[in-house]
């Protein structure tokens, strides 16, 4: 009998343990399946986020947004749209939605505190997208580090700015939204401003004809403003004389090189000596 026993508790064992195996191997194939399933519901959610973010750029192209609306807008659907995506693939898992909520809102809060510059450049590149001090494809300088550059993005967070050198300068739009800016993009005429140093050997008269003759001359030059050419100080570097012009916004720096070589040469031909030069520009 006592064999009989031990023989029974061998195939209970056995039994238990094919049972626990099978059940095992269900559970295994369950999981790989929703892998599976998830990897490819992720992918699909991927290709229609792209779709519905294609379809709102084209709206926004049809309404004639500007540029650095849409690509705020895009970014902005973008994480909204993702988030949704893993809350979906979350609750395939059988995750409790209201589970979720109430983590990420108790999340939220640590977040919030912990990222509070974060939240003032996205409010700051709200702000900028409703007031519009400047869009993309404006040339600005800000007043805080004196950064400047031709706008190229406005994100959620940041907005990218192109230097002259071809630079990537990045701003925080929290910056950009509380700070002044000077924006050369707005007006289609820009003052010229040079100043320039002559020894007090140089006839001065003569070089103030000579500047103005090359002020004349520029086709660019606004005619019907004013052009000034003056003795502006009588200093320790030399004879101080200021010229300026208003020209037209897109030629700005064509002038102000083109100028800058033609005095030079004229001053170079009449012998006119430069004590030292000092070009002030506004950016």
């Known amino acids: 009998m006592k064999w009989l026993n031990q023989l029974f508790e061998k195939k209970q064992i056995q039994s238990s343990m094919e049972l626990y195996a099978s059940q095992f191997y269900e559970k295994i194939i369950d999981i790989g399946l929703r892998v599976v399933i998830t990897f490819v519901f992720f992918l699909i959610g991927i290709w229609i986020i792209r779709l519905i973010r294609k379809i709102i750029k084209k709206s926004l192209v049809k309404v004639h947004a500007d540029l650095g609306v849409q690509q705020f807008l895009d970014s902005l659907s973008k994480v909204i749209l993702t988030t949704i995506l893993i809350f979906m693939i979350a609750s395939n898992f059988g995750v409790d939605a209201a589970s979720i909520v109430a983590v990420l809102g108790s999340a ?21 997208l409703l007031l519009k001090p400047f869009k993309v494809g404006d040339y600005i300088i800000e ?6 550059g031709t706008v190229t993005e406005i994100q959620l967070f940041y907005t990218k700015l192109l230097t002259l050198d071809k630079k990537i300068v990045v701003l925080p739009n929290g910056t950009l939204a509380n700070t002044s800016l000077v924006n050369h993009t707005t007006s289609l005429q820009r003052k010229l401003n040079l100043v320039f140093y002559i020894t007090y050997e140089s006839d001065f008269k003569k070089a103030k004809e000579l500047i103005l003759e090359c002020l004349q001359l520029q086709e660019y030059i606004i005619k019907e403003e004013d052009c000034m050419v003056v003795l502006d100080g009588l200093e320790q570097t030399g004879v101080k004389i200021v010229a300026r012009a208003i020209v037209l916004n897109e030629h700005y720096f064509q002038v102000k ?7 030079k040469e004229k001053f170079d031909q009449e012998g006119i000596v430069f004590q030292t030069v000092s070009v002030k520009t506004p950016f």
């Open 143 to 148: 007043d805080t580090n004196k950064n400047s």
């Open 108 to 128: 939220g809060v640590a977040l919030g505190l912990a990222l509070q510059g974060s939240l003032s450049n996205f409010a700051g590149g709200v702000l900028i």
């Open 257 to 263: 090189w083109e100028l800058l070589e033609q005095v």
